[in-house]
């Protein structure tokens, strides 16, 4: 079992930065890719970037492409979402994920795009852009 902790959601104006963490306990979180998932009010949770188990690879959701960027360092058993140049937009609830899927960067099916292909979730973090 793998509990998963998040922090670093808060609130911060347009063109600001913020940094969530989030951190598992209970298991090594080098077992597992790591994603990022957004859900704001009365709307679907949708992918926002996810990272191989070494962190050589990544994807990203075009609407974040070039502002966020997803890391880990698996030595603190962390997986990281440095988010730049904030938007309005941006303001949702941001929950981190772990999902025993196999890697393949050459297929939108295999770099953990889906919420179907994770099997631990965090409580979720909130995250709010004034404009």
């Known amino acids: 079992q793998v509990q998963l902790v998040e922090s670093g959601g808060g609130l911060v104006q347009a063109g600001g930065s913020l940094r969530l963490s989030c951190t598992a306990l209970?298991?090594?979180?080098?077992?597992?890719?790591g994603g990022w998932f957004r859900q704001a009010p009365g709307k679907e949770r949708e992918f926002v970037a996810a990272?191989?188990?070494?962190?050589?690879?990544?994807y990203y959701a075009d609407s974040v492409k070039g502002r966020f960027t997803i890391s880990r360092d698996n030595a603190k058993n962390t997986v990281y979402l440095q988010m730049n140049s904030l938007k309005p937009e941006d303001t949702a609830d941001y929950y981190c994920?772990?999902?025993?899927?196999?890697?393949?960067?050459?297929?939108?099916?295999?770099?953990?795009?889906?919420?179907?292909?994770?099997?631990?979730w965090g409580q979720g973090t909130q995250v709010t852009v004034s404009s």
């Open positions: 990272i191989s188990r070494s962190g050589g690879s990544t």
């Open positions: 209970g298991r090594s979180f080098s077992s597992y890719v």
């Open positions: 994920a772990a999902a025993s899927i196999s890697w393949n960067p050459y297929s939108r099916n295999y770099v953990g795009t889906s919420p179907s292909q994770y099997d631990y």
